[in-house]
Every structure is written in structure tokens, then in C-alpha cells.
């Protein structure tokens, strides 16, 4: 490959770090839905920041009592859960503390 190429290729990765290699999960490494970042959530297959951003704001309004209830946040389909559910898990939502109104 020419170096004008791999130049290009490199300035493509730097610039959108969303096509980088995400950390792959260990196997039955669980992200806590109620409590993980968005950093965190984009190491689940098929969410990028804008998907982990919407986990995390539905979370503040409604928080999640069951790993199932992501698919209602829109654009994770019942498809895309059923591939990452062994990586998914929902602390009790009493045990959580809530923000101050």
C-alpha cells in the first residue's frame, strides 16, 4: 500500500474513533444498565455514543428493572438484545440512589 493511502486510512481512524476496535467483553462480564457509563456501554456490540447516551437518559427518568426493558429505548431492537443479553444485567432499582429533583 502507497503511502499517500495509509495516510489517509490512518487520519480516518483518528478522526472517527467510532470505527477504532472497541474492547472486546470477557466472557460473563456483565454492564450494569442503572449504572454504567457511556463509555461502558459502548463496549456492548452495536452501540456507539449516541445509543449509550440514549441508555443513560432513559435511565435518569425511568431506570431499568429488568435487562429486557433496553429494547424500549429507542433503536435497541429485540434482535440486537438477544445477541448481548448474557452481557446485560439491571441492579435493583431500590438499592440505586436517586437524584435530587
Not at 495516510?7 to 462480564?29: D, F, N, R
Request: aromatic share 4%; net charge positive.
Amino acid at each position: 500500500m502507497k503511502a499517500p493511502a495509509l495516510a489517509a486510512m490512518a487520519t480516518l481512524l483518528l478522526a472517527s474513533p467510532a470505527l477504532a476496535k472497541k474492547p472486546a467483553l470477557a466472557q460473563g462480564e456483565r454492564i450494569d444498565l442503572n449504572t454504567a457509563t457511556v463509555a461502558e456501554l459502548m463496549r456492548l456490540p452495536g452501540v456507539g455514543k449516541k445509543r449509550a447516551q440514549a441508555i443513560v437518559a432513559w435511565r435518569e427518568k425511568h431506570r431499568f428493572r429488568r435487562p429486557e426493558e433496553v429494547t424500549r429505548v429507542k433503536g435497541m431492537s429485540e434482535g440486537w438484545f438477544a445477541r448481548v443479553r448474557p452481557h446485560l444485567t439491571a441492579s435493583a432499582p431500590d438499592a440505586l440512589p436517586r437524584k435530587a429533583p
